[in-house]
């Protein structure tokens, strides 16, 4: 740990008790502009009170239908489009008052899903990676480039000169991830970094970005549709639903048992090998609600089997399941008094 | 498509009056004292102050401009220094004139420009594809101010079939639909309808091809449809942009047939403009330009109605 | 470490890292409508420059008994104008102004354009809208009439006529300059780079302006043959170059009373136009699709 931390150039300061990053209720509503005078007719609330931290060394998982501002989230942590609300502490300094933007993007990184758009086509690939080390000023921004080059397994005397489009998609993500490792990151985002992969390459990928994360003391975020990969690579899990978090823990709690029927349901959509696990029909009907006009009381409510009138009413809070506080979800059923005809039940056993 | 209708409404009005200030700053970025060309040359320092006065330019630029739109909007474009008449009549009987000449020049322009192009996006890349190709950059390039010169050295002057200057027998006068009038007609409309010809063929070439190679083109066909219900669905695909494309166009012919009216002497706005011009007849200029640049705002704002009409692909929310 | 070197797969074939440009050219090289048209676009450019050089007739000096001779007259090949000047020598010195009129307000505006474009494309918002709604303004005249009413208000000259067709093309360009600019905006290698810490300037320099000149560079050749077209209707009309200088525009508006006479004559510095004009568009249209740029 101790020389992984010299090499990366960037001081542990809070200690290992003091998670790297802690979201804290993060918001950001996009407003849907109409008319000549761009009057702000409505509001699509992307990420609507998110919170969340992330410990040094772990991954965190974060899953759930597309447009359910997983994205959001990602660029809200690394300060690419700015909070309406909320706050970010990076390992013990809060975003805008110990640190600034500049600092924070020094310790956050992110790779992007589509490796093709993520590389300026007019760019040699060991530019590329040169760009941001050049930029803050770190010696020799094209040695180091091409030392990453090959750390992650790209020769750079064959490939250094290329350009993106003489590579596949893989060797470009790989190109993506010594992007963001050539600025000494602590924490890399990985927003659908390997969903548009093919199955084989996206093993090797996620097999090199293990790697790195031991190699150079890595944390991870790293979102993902795709709840087997997730399952891989992640220490803990986060669903989010209609930008809210829906449930929260472990990884093998989760996938042993899921709390909130949302969460239980994209597990039950997920392919299953075993003959006698197939479900028949949908365990998911229709599309999200629009984020503009979200639901009331609980945002899942719609959508959901287990509905009541209370859920309708009234947004459940966050709690703890079966005793393990690190397992958290939303959902009335697991709030004692709540209200809702389950809830009580769960509370007995 | 109502919201929608009010929307375009009112984004046109600030690029209206923005036109409208362009047209009132004409006269103010004319070197020297805009006064010079409304007065006599040995008009004495009183005379000079008393018109000064009387046109309002000694009052602040803004002032001007509320005073002159106000009148503007009144139908109020102030006097012809060269004839005395008002400019708004002078215009107005002249915009006829180019309208005439525009639609005549569209009518000829639009089923020969869609034709072409059809059967080029059609029959890609095959020699007929490139024939077109050839006729429409061809059409694009010719300055038709030299075009219309060339017809009237061969049907007029050569051949003597048709006239060369002129709307009608006999200098002006009222327009009638009669063989004397559209002998006249003749020549300019052919000359101001090459370069729409060459642009329409153009953009219905690529757009025909286009959705030609589309996936969807394939389905209908896999489908067992018929080759002419494929090409209705091709029509009906194509239609919205090709649409646009020449109701801009038209709006185009009216200010681009300024050349045209000129080389043919026909009474329209173009030629009541280079008079302008020749006159230094500034009101008369600045009335004709207004008149015409919201004609093509107009004009623009209609095509863009119109399409969203049509095209199911523009949201009407 | 090791796991991370040893699962280098060879995914894509080896292609060697050709430069863009050398494609560009290598494609360009072999249409051979476009390389006629540079040809000819240069001969043009060429002879005007060395016009004095060429052992031509003075292309000024008139003559009362020569006066619109024909094609083939002894010592005149293309004939004399209506005050008995050389036409060969008009036409050829005529390029002189005909064509650094009708290219440098394209030249002008593509620089001018495409500054605005940037920053609006780039900045977004206010100064987006700021920016665009002005060139909108602009937008909503046609072309000729904007040209046409600049340049009789500001008076004849050359320089009149740069500055009111410059005007001209100033919105269409940085129109296209917007847009362009507004896609690569939207790309990820751009936030990217801010992730990285790049300025505002840092970025445009470095991933935007690379990735839009191309587009924008074509878009503004197709503007060329109007523009022409143009700066000889200016000078048709006697609002652009004066008398007795040669230009095309204003030979052929001198020389329009000489249809009757000597048509053919007559007609040639048009032909000049339109050749010229009918080159530019075809060459831009080969640029076009030898820079792989879609409309």
């Known amino acids: 740990m101790s020389k992984t931390e010299a090499e990366s150039g960037q001081q542990d300061r809070g200690g290992p008790g003091q998670p790297l990053i802690i979201a804290k209720d993060l918001k950001k509503h996009f407003p849907v502009r109409s008319g000549l005078f761009s009057r702000r007719s409505a509001t699509v609330r992307a990420v609507d009170g998110v919170s969340f931290d992330v410990m040094k060394g772990e991954t965190l ?7 359910c501002g997983k994205s959001t989230t990602a660029r809200l942590l690394i300060g690419l489009i700015e909070l309406d609300e909320g706050g970010i502490i990076f390992d013990g300094d809060s975003l805008g008052g110990d640190i600034g933007l500049k600092e924070l993007r020094r310790g956050v990184q992110m790779v992007f899903q589509d490796s093709y758009a993520s590389l300026n086509p007019r760019l040699t690939i060991v530019d590329s990676v040169a760009f941001g080390p050049k930029i803050q000023g770190l010696d ?9 080059l090959a750390r992650v397994g790209l020769d750079p005397d064959r490939f250094a000169q290329r350009y993106p489009h003489e590579l596949s998609g893989g060797q470009r993500q790989r190109v993506n991830i010594a992007r963001a490792l050539a600025m000494e990151p602590r924490l890399v985002i990985l927003d659908e970094a390997v969903s548009a992969l093919d199955k084989s390459v996206e093993a090797q990928v996620l097999n090199l970005l293990n790697d790195l994360r031991r190699e150079f003391g890595l944390t991870y975020v790293f979102i993902s549709h795709d709840l087997n990969v997730v399952r891989y690579i992640s220490d803990r899990v986060l669903v989010m639903y209609l930008g809210e978090v829906v449930e929260i823990g472990p990884s093998e709690a989760i996938y042993a048992k899921q709390a909130h029927p949302y969460t239980a349901s994209l597990f039950a959509a997920m392919p299953s090998m075993d003959p006698d696990n197939r479900t028949e029909e949908p365990p998911l009907a229709g599309d999200p609600p629009n984020p503009i006009d979200p639901p009331s009381g609980c945002r899942f409510h719609t959508r959901c089997r287990f509905a009541e009138d209370v859920c309708a009413a009234r947004k459940p809070a966050l709690s703890i399941i079966g005793g393990e506080e690190a397992h958290l979800a939303a959902c009335h059923i697991h709030e004692p008094g709540s209200g809702h005809s389950l809830a009580n039940r769960e509370a007995a056993q | 498509m109502f919201t929608y209708l009010v929307r375009r409404l009112i984004y046109v009005l600030p690029v209206a009056i923005g036109v409208s200030i362009i047209c009132f700053l004409l006269v103010h970025i004319a070197p020297g004292d805009p006064l010079t060309a409304i007065m006599p040359v040995d008009a004495t320092a009183e005379e000079q102050a008393a018109m000064r006065s009387a046109y309002g330019l000694d009052k602040p630029l803004p002032v001007q401009y509320a005073i002159w739109i106000g009148k503007a909007a009144m139908g109020d474009l102030g006097k012809s220094i060269a004839t005395g008449r008002p400019v708004a009549d002078e215009v107005f009987a002249a915009v006829r004139n180019s309208l005439l000449l525009a639609f005549s020049a569209s009518v000829i322009a639009f089923p020969i420009g869609l034709f072409l192009g059809f059967l080029a996006g059609y029959f890609r890349d095959t020699i007929f594809d490139r024939l077109v190709t050839a006729i429409a950059i061809t059409g694009v390039s010719v300055p038709n101010y030299w075009l219309g010169i060339v017809l009237v050295i061969i049907f007029s002057v050569q051949l003597g079939w048709l006239p060369s200057m002129g709307a009608g027998p006999g200098g002006s006068g009222e327009w009638t639909w009669d063989y004397a009038h559209v002998r006249h007609l003749i020549l300019p409309a052919v000359t101001l309808a090459v370069v729409p010809i060459g642009i329409v063929a153009r953009t219905v070439r690529a757009l025909v091809g286009d959705i030609f190679s589309m996936d969807f083109v394939q389905a209908l066909y896999a489908k067992g449809l018929r080759h002419s219900d494929v090409l209705r669905h091709v029509v009906r695909n194509a239609a919205p942009t090709a649409l646009s494309v020449m109701g801009l166009q038209l709006g185009y012919l009216l200010g681009g047939s300024i050349l045209i009216e000129t080389v043919f002497n026909w009474p329209g706005s173009g030629f009541l403009l280079s008079n302008a011009i020749f006159q230094r007849d500034l009101p008369l200029l600045q009335g004709t330009i207004l008149i015409l640049s919201l004609f093509f705002v107009g004009m623009n704002l209609i095509v863009d109605v119109a399409q969203a009409a049509i095209d199911p692909r523009i949201k009407r929310s | ?19 863009y440009w050398t494609g560009v050219l290598k494609r360009f090289s072999r249409d051979p409508v476009a390389v006629t048209c540079a040809v000819i676009v240069l001969l043009l450019i060429l002879s005007a420059v060395f016009a004095p050089y060429l052992g031509l007739d003075d292309p000024y000096k008139a003559s009362m008994i020569k006066r619109l001779k024909p094609i083939g007259y002894p010592g005149f090949p293309l004939g004399t104008d209506e005050q008995g000047r050389d036409m060969l020598s008009r036409l050829i010195y005529g390029g002189r102004l005909t064509l650094f009129v009708g290219l440098v307000p394209v030249v002008l505006a593509f620089f001018i354009g495409s500054a605005f474009g940037l920053v609006a494309g780039y900045a977004g918002g206010r100064i987006n809208a700021l920016i665009m709604r002005t060139v909108d303004v602009f937008f ?20 009149n006529s740069l500055v009111s067709l410059t005007i001209v093309f100033i919105p269409p360009i940085a129109r296209v300059a917007e847009s362009a600019t507004a896609s690569v905006r939207a790309l990820d290698y751009i936030d990217a780079a801010r992730a990285s810490g790049g300025g505002a300037l840092t970025i445009i320099r470095v991933h935007i302006i690379g990735n839009v000149l191309g587009p924008i560079f074509v878009y503004a050749t197709s503007l060329t043959s109007v523009c022409m077209i143009l700066a000889a209707g200016l000078s048709f009309l006697g609002i652009g170059v004066r008398p007795p200088e040669p230009e095309w525009g204003l030979m052929l508006n001198t020389l329009r009373t000489a249809i009757y006479v000597n048509p053919w004559v007559a007609a040639l510095p048009g032909l000049m136009i339109f050749i010229t004009s009918l080159c530019l568009n075809l060459l831009s249209d080969g640029l076009r699709s030898a820079m792989n740029v879609k409309d």
């Not at chain 1, 020799?140 to 990453?148: G, N, S």
């Open chain 3, 1 to 19: 470490m090791s796991a991370a070197t040893d699962t280098v797969v060879p995914e894509a074939p080896v292609i060697t890292a050709a430069g």
């Open chain 1, 61 to 67: 998982g974060i899953v759930g239908e597309s447009g």
């Open chain 1, 140 to 148: 020799k921004p094209a040695e180091r480039a091409r030392d990453l």
């Open chain 3, 140 to 159: 909503a005249f046609p072309s000729v009439l904007l040209a046409i009413a600049i340049s009789s208000a500001l008076g004849a000259g050359i320089v």
